[in-house]
């Protein structure tokens, strides 16, 4: 029986392809450090790495394992630029933030692949993004996107699909349209996860899993982390527990609400399939996004996010494969091998969340879905932050986000109530 994070429904087809994996002890005694970082996904191992090189003397711990949480559970899909499209941005900020943030967007991407490859990580990189209209309204805006990202974000790598070309490339009738990005590509997360961790260890980083962060305190200059085994005395700490951090940190807590996504992996689909023949994986228009790709050995991995409890991780097997159907009726019946899912922290604008929530504790979360290059790449600018340059970390934190309304009470049923609208609002 392959491992099963605890706090992330279901098996999942990367835990039981990512080969062996070290295993890092649990925190039994005091330690004085410069840097504290909870949270052992993509941000905090990408700071423990950047921070380690730089000469700080690092302790990251994690509550469970290495990725149990988003990052090694996630669709890998790369995607381009910020979650909202940088025209939006433009429209919100004038186009000389918008392109200074899709910039940073597009360094992250290369920073990611640059660290893979320096590290000899293999991720299982395949090349090519798709993100497909499910109304024909909204056709023109997909046309229209790739023209503006070539003449005014100065990337050229977006075309426009029509109805022919989008339902030969995915295989697939049920889109109007779309556009294909050859500038990005979806990875194998989890492999990312553990060679990061790897890689932090190499550089000096003290790592420990099952260690759960109790409370954090700054009081005088030191901020100070207990958890059941021993409690770390730093400098500085970041907090990088995005979805999964419960009541640990309120401030946190009150601007990035989880909600649950779902992924199901078939069995190898075989050569002759003609579901995405040329490799890409796809996004879509629903407000509640579909997203799927094929994996290296041929699996369709489909995601989905339309239920919001799972008591059963059969129930994320019925839904997908019924997901599947809609888009591809001759898989009515595949076998479903892997279903599970994980909590994606969003804020109310689905813009990433920074901010220094007490002295020297700075917390990084809230990616909205599109946490996979940016959470590796903000773990960086947090160690450029220590290490005295915080201006590129400032581009995000000077974004505005408002906290969820409703109170930690009120906010859960809310989105609930929201969510089902905009679900209802994807089928008319
Ligand atoms: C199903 C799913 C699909 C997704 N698909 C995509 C995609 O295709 N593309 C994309 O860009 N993004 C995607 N995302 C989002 C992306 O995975 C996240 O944005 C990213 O992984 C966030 O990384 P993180 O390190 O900030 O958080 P996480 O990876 O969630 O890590 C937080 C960690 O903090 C730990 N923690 C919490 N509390 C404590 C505590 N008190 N003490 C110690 N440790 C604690 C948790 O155990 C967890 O391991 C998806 C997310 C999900 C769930």
């Not at 692949?113 to 499910?134: C, K, L, T």
């Not at 969003?346 to 969340?353: D, L, M, N, Q, S």
Request: with cysteine; net charge neutral; proline share 5%.
């Amino acid at each position: 029986m392959s491992y099963q994070s605890p706090i992330s429904p279901g098996r999942s087809w990367y835990e039981d392809t990512v080969g062996p994996r070290p295993e890092y002890s649990g925190l039994d005694g005091d330690l004085t450090c410069d840097v504290v970082i909870i949270g052992g996904g993509f941000t905090g191992l990408s700071a423990a790495v950047h921070l380690a090189k730089a000469g700080s003397n690092v302790v990251l711990i994690e509550a469970y394992r290495f990725g149990d949480g988003a990052s090694g559970r996630n669709g890998g899909q790369l995607g381009t630029g910020q979650r909202a499209w940088a025209e939006e941005l433009e429209a919100e900020y004038g186009l000389s933030r918008a392109k200074a943030l899709f910039d940073l967007a597009e360094e992250a991407k290369a920073h990611l692949m640059e660290f893979a490859a320096v590290n000899r990580i293999e991720i299982d990189y395949m090349p090519g993004q798709m993100s497909v209209a499910h109304k024909k309204r909204y056709v023109d805006d997909y046309k229209a996107h790739a023209e503006i990202m070539a003449s005014r974000f100065g990337y050229p790598h977006i075309s426009f699909m029509d109805a022919r070309e989008t339902a030969e490339r995915l295989g697939s009738t049920a889109y109007f349209g779309g556009t294909r990005d050859i500038g990005t590509g979806h990875i194998h997360p989890l492999k990312l996860v553990i060679g990061t961790a790897k890689v932090a260890a190499e550089a000096g980083a003290q790592l420990f899993e099952q260690t759960l962060a109790t409370g954090i305190t700054s009081v005088g200059g030191k901020v100070k982390v207990t958890t059941p085994n021993g409690t770390i005395t730093a400098e500085k700490c970041l907090v990088g527990v995005n979805a999964y951090g419960g009541a640990l940190e309120p401030v946190s807590a009150a601007h990035i609400m989880p909600i649950g996504s779902f992924i199901g992996a078939t069995v190898p689909l075989g050569a002759d399939t003609k579901v995405l023949p040329g490799g890409e994986a796809v996004d879509d228009s629903r407000f509640v996004v579909r997203y799927f790709r094929k994996s290296r050995d041929g699996r369709l991995l489909f995601g989905g996010r339309e239920i919001y409890a799972v008591n059963d991780p059969r129930d994320i097997h019925i839904h997908i494969r019924r997901q599947i159907a809609e888009l591809y009726p001759d898989l009515r019946d595949v076998e479903i091998t892997h279903g599970w899912g994980g909590y994606v922290g969003i804020t109310v604008p689905r813009k990433p969340f920074v901010r220094e929530v007490m002295p020297n504790v700075i917390s990084v979360g809230g990616y909205s879905g599109h946490g996979v290059m940016l959470s590796n790449f903000f773990g960086k600018l947090y160690a450029e932050t220590v290490s005295g340059n915080r201006d590129r970390l400032k581009l995000i934190e000077d974004l505005k986000i408002p906290p969820f309304p409703g109170g930690r009470r009120w906010r859960t049923p809310l989105l609930f109530l929201a969510l089902n609208w905009f679900a209802l609002r994807d089928r008319i």
